[in-house]
T-cell receptor
Framework: DVKVTQSSRYLVKRTGEKVFLECVQD?????MFWYRQDPGLGLRLIYF???????EKGDIPEGYSVSREKKERFSLILESASTNQTSMYLC?????????????FGPGTRLTVL | DAKTTQPPSMDCAEGRAANLPCNHS???????VYWYRQIHSQGPQYIIH???NNETNEMASLIITEDRKSSTLILPHATLRDTAVYYC???????????FGPGTSLSVIP
C-alpha cells in the first residue's frame, strides 16, 4: 500500500513565522502535490512537482513556496505565515504526471496561524 | 475536464445501500469517472473509477449510464464508517490537474 505521511497533524504558529510542512511518500511516485482545504472552497492546488527539483504553480501559489530535493519528500514553505493561511493542508502523490493516475493523500496538517 | 454536479448532502440508514448520484452531462468520450471519499479529518481516498462499463471492487460499485451523462456510486451495505464526503470527478488522460469539487456529504444514520 502507498503511504503518504505528513510531519504534523496539528500545528499552531504565529503571524510572521516561517513554517515548514513536510510530506513523504514511500512508493517511488514521480508526482507530488500540495493542496489546501477550506470550508466551502473544496481542495485547491497550491503547487505540484513532477520530478526532483521541479515544481509547478497550482491555482493559489501566492504566499507559498515548495522544495523537492529528494524524490520521496515534498516540502511546503510559508515564508511569513499570515492568519489567512490558517487551513487544512493536504499532501498527495501519484505514480506519474498523468491526471488519470490515482492520487494518494496523506492525513493532512491542520495549521492555525495566530 | 467535464464539470460534475453532485447533491450537497444525503442521508442513508445503516445497513442499507447508499446510492450517490453524479451528473456529468458534458463528459467527453475519453474522460473517466473517478470517485474519491474523504472521511472527517483525513485525506481523500480513492474508491473506484470507470469509463463506460460498470465497475465493482471491494469498496463499491460504479454504474455509468449508457449515454455516460451520469453515474451512481453504490455502497451496498452502508456502515457508520462510510460517513464521509464523496467526490465525483471527470478525468481525461492528460497532464492537466485534477479538480475536486465540493462533493456530497453522506451521513450514515444508525
Amino acid at each position: 500500500d502507498v503511504k503518504v505521511t505528513q510531519s504534523s497533524r496539528y500545528l499552531v504558529k504565529r503571524t510572521g513565522e516561517k513554517v515548514f510542512l513536510e510530506c513523504v511518500q514511500d512508493m517511488d511516485h514521480e508526482n507530488m502535490f500540495w493542496y489546501r482545504q477550506d470550508p466551502g472552497l473544496g481542495l485547491r492546488l497550491i503547487y505540484f512537482s513532477y520530478d526532483v527539483k521541479m515544481k509547478e504553480k497550482g491555482d493559489i501559489p501566492e504566499g507559498y513556496s515548495v522544495s523537492r530535493e529528494k524524490k520521496e519528500r515534498f516540502s511546503l514553505i510559508l515564508e511569513s505565515a499570515s492568519t489567512n493561511q490558517t487551513s487544512m493542508y493536504l499532501c498527495a502523490s501519484s505514480l506519474s504526471s498523468l491526471s488519470t493516475d490515482t492520487q494518494y493523500f496523506g492525513p493532512g496538517t491542520r495549521l492555525t496561524v495566530l | 475536464d467535464a464539470k460534475t454536479t453532485q447533491p450537497p448532502s444525503m442521508d442513508c440508514a445503516e445497513g442499507r445501500a447508499a446510492n450517490l448520484p453524479c451528473n456529468h452531462s458534458t463528459i467527453s468520450g475519453n474522460e473517466y469517472v473517478y470517485w474519491y471519499r474523504q472521511i472527517h479529518s483525513q485525506g481523500p481516498q480513492y474508491i473506484i473509477h470507470g469509463l463506460k462499463n460498470n465497475e465493482t471492487n471491494e469498496m463499491a460499485s460504479l454504474i455509468i449510464t449508457e449515454d455516460r451523462k451520469s453515474s451512481t456510486l453504490i455502497l451496498p451495505h452502508a456502515t457508520l464508517r462510510d460517513t464521509a464526503v464523496y467526490y465525483c470527478i471527470a478525468v481525461k488522460t492528460s497532464y492537466d490537474k485534477v479538480i475536486f469539487g465540493p462533493g456530497t456529504s453522506l451521513s450514515v444514520i444508525p
